[in-house]
């Protein structure tokens, strides 16, 4: 008798913590707590979004076809997509890790009287979500913040605040790739008949212009070619696919550059083809330098940043001879 009491009383108290359990999770949802998000918006409805820091504005948005983001300048350049990544999606919901208080008598104390940062998101029907972020808490862990309309005081992860801030501080122009200098072995020019090959020395670092007789390059200039050759801007996404190269140079290309990486990276290829109709622009297509997906992209690339990377192949600047400088 005793033990089926008791199995009846564990049973009722399973039944009894269960419903429990889910109607405090229901009643959770259904509350929609506003203290758990700053804000909530619909990523793919984001179009456009402002971003002031300590004064200074970058704003970004996206072509009406919904392929490319773009940082606004003279002229608008799409953004490096390897670092811009899931940026839309940081920005439609982040998340509070605090609510402080619900007013905030003196927003100039925590730094949101101004705000460090201002941000504005946008979506396609025009709605406008404002929130500010303030100064680091005392132990660095959280930033303080507010949403534009809302007297609450919060904190966000400071990681999550200076992401947002970055996106001023260090926007990410757009770059045909980016590569650790650390891992490159070799870089090799092809120009019609001729071939321009520059190789590293084991255990020195040294650098050298391959050939029967290899002549050392000069050190500082190569230093600024290898920084020029890290991450090459890109200035313009002219077409998504490539349907006849020869109309651009590209079949053959007017200049072939390799980069030879050690560790199993892959190597980087890049073709350069011909000066745009405007004059102001060479055409690019990145042929190789990913394993995880193909660049079928045509790009343009101003002629005063390709034509000082065509120049180590025509003119390079060796040790103790003048030839080619990168310009900034």
Same mark, same amino acid.
């Given at each position: ?117 201002? $941000?504005? *998101? ?8 404002? %929130? /500010?972020? +303030?100064?680091? #808490? @005392? =132990? ?117 550059? $390799?980069? *030879? ?8 290829? %890049? /073709?350069? +083809?011909?000066? #745009? @109709? =405007? ?50």
């Amino acid at each position: 008798m005793n033990l089926r009491l008791s199995i009846l009383l564990v049973v009722v108290l399973v039944i009894f913590g269960g419903t429990f359990l889910i109607l405090r999770f229901t009643d959770h949802n259904d509350r929609g707590d506003p203290r758990i998000w700053l804000y909530r918006i619909n990523e793919g409805s984001i179009v456009k979004f402002e971003v002031v820091h300590q004064g200074e504005a970058v704003n970004y948005y996206r072509d009406p076809a919904g392929r490319t983001w773009y940082i606004e300048g003279d002229p608008d350049v799409p953004v490096f997509q390897q670092r811009w990544g899931g940026t839309p999606l940081l920005l439609s919901g982040p998340g509070v890790t605090r609510p402080l208080s619900d007013t905030i008598d003196n927003p100039a104390e925590f730094g949101l009287d101004p705000p460090e940062t201002a $941000v504005t *998101v946008i979506d396609r029907d025009g709605n406008e979500v404002q %929130f /500010h972020l +303030g100064i680091p #808490t @005392p =132990d660095n862990k959280n930033q303080y913040a507010r949403l534009v309309g809302d007297d609450t005081l919060f904190t966000v992860a400071f990681e999550w605040a200076q992401v947002v801030n970055r996106l001023v501080i260090d926007p990410p122009v757009g770059r045909l790739y980016d590569i650790d200098l650390r891992t490159v072995l070799l870089v090799q020019f092809f120009r019609g008949d001729d071939t321009t090959r520059y190789v590293i020395e084991d255990g020195t670092g040294r650098w050298f212009l391959d050939g029967e007789t290899p002549k050392p390059v000069d050190p500082g200039a190569w230093a600024e070619s290898l920084l020029m050759l890290k991450n090459p801007r890109m200035d313009q996404i002219i077409a998504y696919d490539i349907d006849d190269p020869t109309l651009y140079g590209l079949e053959p290309p007017d200049t072939v550059v $390799v980069i *030879v990486r050690q560790g199993g990276e892959p190597a980087i290829e %890049f /073709h350069i +083809g011909d000066v #745009t @109709p =405007d004059g102001d622009h060479r055409y690019v297509s990145v042929i190789a330098g990913s394993l995880e997906s193909k660049d079928t992209n045509l790009y343009g690339v101003l002629t005063s940043r390709i034509d000082q990377i065509i120049a180590l192949a025509t003119d390079p600047a060796l040790e103790g001879e003048a030839g080619a400088t990168p310009q900034s």
